[in-house]
């Protein structure tokens, strides 16, 4: 009974904390920064490139469903220490 009663201590003990708080925002504007860049990008090159809007949208959705399934791993689950 013991190890449950620290460990939910210390899990909102850790979420609370500034460190945790900096590593959400910092992780938050990497994300922006990323997909808003990509979504720039392939504007930029459907705008010259006189593409279609279906080649646009699959492009775009392909990119940021590229860049979830990279970064999904680095975030540690709720349960693990």
């Given at each position: 009974m013991t190890e449950d009663g620290r460990e939910s201590t210390r899990s909102t003990r850790g979420r609370?904390?500034?460190?945790?708080?900096?590593?959400?925002?910092?992780?938050?504007l990497t994300d922006l920064v990323i997909v808003g860049g990509w979504t720039v990008l392939i504007t930029l090159l459907t705008l010259s490139s006189n593409?279609?809007?279906?080649?646009?949208?699959?492009?775009l959705f392909i990119g940021?469903?590229?860049y979830v399934l990279v970064t999904a791993p680095w975030v540690p689950r709720a349960g693990s220490d």
């Open positions: 609370s904390s500034p460190r945790w708080l900096v590593t959400v925002a910092g992780r938050l593409w279609s809007r279906v080649q646009f949208y699959g492009l940021i469903g590229c």
